[in-house]
């Protein structure tokens, strides 16, 4: 049994909706805006994801109460396949490869909007979007064209962004030719069509095409902004391609008169647009650039390649195990090659035996650290390291001049201090740890033979109070933690 819904209102278009379907949304969003708050901390991140999943429950069931379009047995029948792929996919997916993960849920959400926008075209009536002539109406034109494309955006760049970081595509930049002008053409091409279809007439066979152009430009828009964008802006492309699936999902509520689906939308775009501005700001990058698809990845598409072998100290994990015993203060500094070598559980584990033998162990977080915000975060979580002991680089960059060891696992870039020193360097004045006024360094690291993705030698190798131990994350860790015995 569904609630009445009474019939469009002549003004403006869309539903009137019964005022408890009205309520509802309005809790679910209530809900939705709870969970955001709770996910902006690791202690309340647990509660954050239960407010959202009640959040999403409220907005199903009322959703499915007030159903028109489809059949309850269709709708059935998309959530569980929805559903089955949702389980089987959370349960073998490993946190190393969650940036992937996130970046293909973004393409659906993209995808989805698409489908649904194309849905409300062709059968506008169903949609209620039309006026007494049976027209769509102007206001739900706009929306439609604007639904499309970011939806199609969202789609084409998440899916090269799934393929550069799963490795599938090289994450270095890929320039072509007169980019700039190709994607502002492009865009100002799909903007014009959106134009000339809100205004269009009576429709026919010239309103389809723009439909379909609008379609089609999008989806190339995507491919073209996303794959000059190097792998070192990968966490800002992430978190960017976050906020579009936002708007493309508001913009499809504007055309169900769904008011869950606005309010969500709203908060993912906008919280994913300030998350993208913050770690540009982390990065040093500008985010218009970062947006507008490659602006200055020549400065960022480095060689790869070490500029020069100059001489450095190699150790073992013997030594590393002696000297870490001695120390009072260690600061750990986790990356992405801490996640490549799934070294989070055996990182506690030393972590562990260090404060059983008095020696205070804090983890450091940068921004940047990792392919996605936060990926730092949920692995050390997963690992269940105390919340206590992991510090932003704003509250913990001042302790390493009183720090014994600061311990480096995988990351690079965001503690070269050329970020500090050398003005040619494309990461020059990117906020970077204080790991040079460490008494010790240990820099754990596979071979000399590579840079960051930065593509910037770095001289924390060579420094004299630095020890490179070369060799897998976890296999080294895993000797320090024998020698510790």
């Known amino acids: 049994m569904a609630f009445p819904i009474t019939p469009a209102l002549a003004a403006g278009g869309g539903e009137a909706v019964n005022p408890m379907v009205a309520l509802a949304y309005l809790v679910a ?11 902006s901390h690791p202690e309340t991140s647990r509660a954050g994801n ?11 069931v009322t959703t499915l109460i007030t159903h028109q379009i489809a059949s309850l047995p269709e709708i059935g029948i998309a959530i569980a396949i929805g559903a089955a792929i949702g389980f089987v996919t959370a349960r073998r997916i490993a946190m190393t490869d969650m940036p992937q993960l996130v970046a293909a849920f973004h393409s659906l959400v993209g995808l989805a909007a698409v489908l649904v926008g194309l849905a409300a075209w062709l059968d506008p009536i169903g ?14 034109r706009i929306e439609l064209g604007l639904g499309i494309a970011i939806g199609a955006i969202t789609f084409s760049g998440s899916v090269i962004a799934f393929l ?13 030719p007169a980019r700039h002008l190709i994607n502002l053409g492009v865009l100002g091409a799909i903007l014009v069509m959106i134009g000339a279809y809100a205004v269009s007439g009576a429709g026919g066979a010239g ?10 430009l999008a989806f190339i828009i995507g491919f073209l902004l996303i794959i000059p964008i190097g792998g070192a802006d990968m966490p800002v492309v992430v978190s960017m391609l976050n906020s579009y699936s936002g708007w493309a999902a508001a913009a499809m509520g504007f055309t169900l008169g769904n008011t869950a689906m606005i309010i969500t939308g709203a908060l993912v775009g906008s919280s994913g647009a300030i998350l993208s501005y913050i770690m540009c700001k982390a990065m040093n990058r500008s985010f218009i650039s970062v ?33 870490l015993k001695q120390a009072e203060k260690v600061i750990i500094i986790p990356g992405y090659g801490m996640a490549v070598a799934q070294a989070q559980h055996v990182l506690r584990e030393m972590a562990d035996a260090l404060k059983a033998e008095g020696v205070d162990v804090k983890y450091a977080i940068h921004p940047v650290a990792g392919r996605m915000p936060g990926h730092m975060n949920v692995l050390l979580a997963e690992a269940n390291v105390p919340y206590d002991e992991v510090f932003e680089l704003e509250d913990i960059n001042s302790e390493f001049a009183q720090a014994d ?3 480096i696992i995988g990351a690079n870039d965001v503690v070269n201090p050329a970020a500090k020193t050398d003005k040619s360097s494309p990461i020059y004045g990117m906020p970077v740890f204080d790991v040079d006024k460490a008494k010790q360094v240990f820099f754990i690291k596979r071979s000399m033979g590579g840079v960051g993705y930065a593509g910037v030698d770095n001289d924390v190798f060579y420094m004299d109070q630095t020890m490179m131990l070369l060799s897998d994350a976890k296999k080294m860790v895993e000797s320090i933690v024998k020698a510790l015995d």
């Open 127 to 140: 949609f209620n979007i039309v006026d007494d002539a049976g027209q769509i109406l102007l206001a739900s």
């Open 405 to 407: 060891v600061a311990f």
């Open 291 to 323: 947006i507008a698809g490659g602006f200055g990845a020549e400065d960022a598409a480095g060689g790869g390649e070490v500029r020069e072998q100059r001489p450095y100290k190699q150790g073992s994990a013997d030594d590393a195990a002696f000297m």
């Open 207 to 216: 309103e389809g095409q723009l439909i379909i152009w609008i379609t089609v």
């Open 50 to 60: 239960r407010y959202g999943m009640a959040g999403m429950l409220i907005a199903v």
């Open 164 to 176: 550069k970081l799963n490795g599938n595509m090289s994450g270095s930049p890929i320039l072509l």
């Open 29 to 39: 969003g209530v809900f939705f805006i709870l969970a955001l708050r709770g996910l």
